[in-house]
């Protein structure tokens, strides 16, 4: 039996509606941006397998470092005891982050780092007896499906059925040049309440709701305001780190510092789940104490997995490589000139670019769901192209492994402008 058909027998998959849903292709091999299914057909995958695989599929470098970890220490327990790989790569990640960001904390998942931030800075306050147990976030925020995460993500049909079991957060829309004083005042007036211990936030770039962006001259104003007011500032990279908006974190263009930073999908090249969580030095002193139960009660397993690490410092060192660079410069300027040449179309409502992630949103006449028929429609044309691409309702973005050749990124803006003759 093919193995499309017998998943369907077994498995349950992510975000998918399986009465509807066809047989899924069956990837058996990936090496650079391309993948073949088990029939031979070929796709390019031009967001990186859900945004983790800044360096290409069966990158040998990282393959290498994890290979030499497996066979000296594969894993050990991080309760008690440390390891090399934890040590070097905390040591390089703080070397690469802004400079306030002094303590790592090791999980395996975005939505776990994002769980620990939140719990921190709840627990911070819980310490020191006073009472903040709401937090801030922007509306149509993505920040993983854990309880806490979800419970700050805002895109309605991912949370509703649990609405009555989440934490309270209250929203605030992302700036614009229109309504950028509103949130600002709003922000301002919210937090006056004294009941707020934080307010979590992708930096410059809201993946899940569709590559929205927004301008670090706001994101500063909104920081400082939490600063003012005490409210720790929580940057959610796990979809921006590592590269993603041309400077190694989208944090890298403010002149304010976040309290705390949530790092996952690329941090290992797309190889082995993991995630970190950093605070500064004022919030691991908020635990600091001759009081065990001030400690922080939260860890995960497989902690600080040492293959994890080995692979994450590899991949932070090809990151670091003049090539790569190179290869983010590329990416960027041809999203640029596709930009230029794309945006008149008249099916074309808006585009917008930062680093490797391009976005386009088509002009459609109602408003089009997360998972609507458009969405679906085109989904399915650049599958059958063999362009791994997953529109967001009526917005087509592009996010591909840094080290897409020139003539795969072509085939990818060229399928595009098919597609808009289809919509
Ligand atoms: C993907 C994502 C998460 C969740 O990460 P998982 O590894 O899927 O749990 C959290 N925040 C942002 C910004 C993301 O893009």
């Not at 509606?17 to 995958?45: C, M, R, S």
């Not at 806490?148 to 649990?162: D, K, Q």
């Not at 400082?224 to 263009?253: L, P, R, S, W």
Request: with cysteine.
């Amino acid at each position: 039996m093919k193995l499309s058909k017998k998943d369907k027998l077994y498995n349950w998959h992510p975000y998918t509606q399986h009465k509807t849903a066809a047989e899924f292709p069956a990837i058996v091999k990936g090496k650079d941006a391309l993948l073949w299914d088990e029939n031979g057909k070929e796709y390019i995958d031009a967001i990186a397998s859900w945004w983790v695989n800044p360096f290409g599929h069966s990158n040998e470098v990282i393959a290498n470092a994890i290979y030499k970890q497996l066979t000296t220490l594969e894993h050990v327990l991080f309760g008690g005891f440390t390891h090399n790989k934890a040590v070097e790569l905390s040591e390089k990640v703080l070397s690469i982050l802004p400079a306030n960001q002094k303590k790592v904390f090791y999980s395996d998942n975005g939505s776990t780092a994002v769980e620990i931030a939140i719990k921190a800075a709840l627990q911070f306050f819980y310490n020191k007896e006073e009472k903040r147990t709401k937090i801030i976030a922007f509306e149509d925020a993505f920040h993983g499906d854990t309880f806490g995460a979800m419970a700050a993500s805002g895109i309605s049909f991912f949370t509703e059925a649990f609405q009555g079991s989440l934490l309270e957060v209250i929203r605030i829309p992302v700036p614009t040049e229109d309504n950028e004083e509103e949130v600002l005042s709003k922000l301002e007036s919210l937090l006056q309440s004294g009941q707020f211990a934080a307010f979590i936030f992708e930096p410059l770039v809201l993946g899940a709701a569709g590559m929205v962006m927004y301008n670090a001259s706001a994101l500063d104003k909104l920081i400082a305001i939490c600063k003012k007011n005490h409210v720790f500032a929580i940057a959610d990279e796990v979809m921006t780190g590592f590269g993603k908006t041309g400077k190694n974190f989208a944090c890298d263009y403010l002149t304010q510092q976040p309290d705390m930073m949530c790092l996952s999908k690329a941090l290992t090249g797309g190889t082995i789940p993991m995630a970190i969580t950093t605070f500064t030095q004022e919030i691991f002193d908020g635990f600091y104490s001759d009081d065990v139960n001030k400690a922080l009660f939260h860890g995960h397993t497989f902690t600080a997995n040492p293959t994890g690490c080995a692979a994450a410092l590899a991949s932070i060192e090809l990151l670091e490589s003049d090539k790569i660079q190179q290869n983010i410069t590329q990416v960027h300027q041809q999203h640029l000139v596709f930009q230029e040449k794309i945006k008149a179309h008249p099916k074309v409502k808006t585009t917008r670019v930062s680093g490797v992630i391009f976005a386009l949103e088509v002009k459609t006449d109602s408003q089009e769901s997360y998972y609507g028929n458009l969405r679906n429609k085109l989904y399915n044309f650049f599958i059958e192209k063999g362009i791994i691409l997953r529109p967001v309702g009526n917005i087509i973005y592009i996010l591909p492994p840094y080290i897409i050749s020139n003539a795969q990124l072509q085939k990818v803006y060229q399928t595009i402008e098919e597609a808009l003759e289809i919509v």
